[in-house]
């Protein structure tokens, strides 16, 4: 799967919106080294996006 930047987007942003949460931007990063070196985005670049693992969350992990 890849994303087409909008002029702005920043590694967080693109993360939330497109993978749910800013804690997957080092994923995002990672998949995209080409462009580790960026903050904000011009609009137009193609970035790949990652798969990430489904984490299974318990709000009582004790009782898994």
């Not at 990672?30 to 318990?58: H, M, R």
């Amino acid at each position: 799967m890849t994303y087409q930047t909008i002029s702005g987007d920043s590694w967080d942003l693109i993360a939330c919106k497109v993978l749910g949460s800013e804690r997957y931007a080092p994923d995002l990063i990672e998949a995209n080294l080409d462009y580790v070196d960026v903050f904000i985005f011009d609009a137009g670049i193609e970035l790949t996006i990652p798969q990430i693992q489904s984490v299974k969350q318990s709000l009582l992990p004790w009782k898994d």
